[in-house]
C-alpha cells in the first residue's frame, strides 16, 4: 500500500471529502430520497448549522447538486450528481462492513435502499 502521507493519495482525498460522520449519513439519507433541507434535518440528529455546512462542503466537491424547488421562498433539494452516485456501491459495503464486523447482526441480512 502506498505512503499515507503521499500528496495526490486518493484515500486521503476521499476522507477530506466525506470522512466526516455526518457527510457519510446525509450521503445514505439522499440516496434513498430524503433530498430536502428539512426532510434530512428530521433524518437525522444534527444541527440545522452544522448539516448546512455539510451540504456546502459536499456540494463544493461536485458529490451533490443543489437545485431549486420552489422560487417563492427560495427553497432546494440536494440530489447525487455522478461523482455522488459512483459513492453508492462504497457506501454500501461500508453499510454491510459495518452490520457484519461492528454490531452481533448477523452478515449480509439488510441493505441500503436506493430506489
Known sequence: MPDPDRRGDGLARAATAVGDRWSLLLLREIACGRVRFDQLADALPISRKVLAD???TLTGHRILER???RQRPLRH???????GRALVPVLEDLHSWGADWLTD????????STS
Open 54 to 56: 455539510r451540504l456546502r
Open 67 to 69: 437545485r431549486p424547488y
Open 77 to 83: 433539494e440536494y440530489l447525487l450528481s455522478p461523482r
Open 105 to 112: 447482526h448477523q452478515p449480509g441480512t439488510d441493505t441500503i
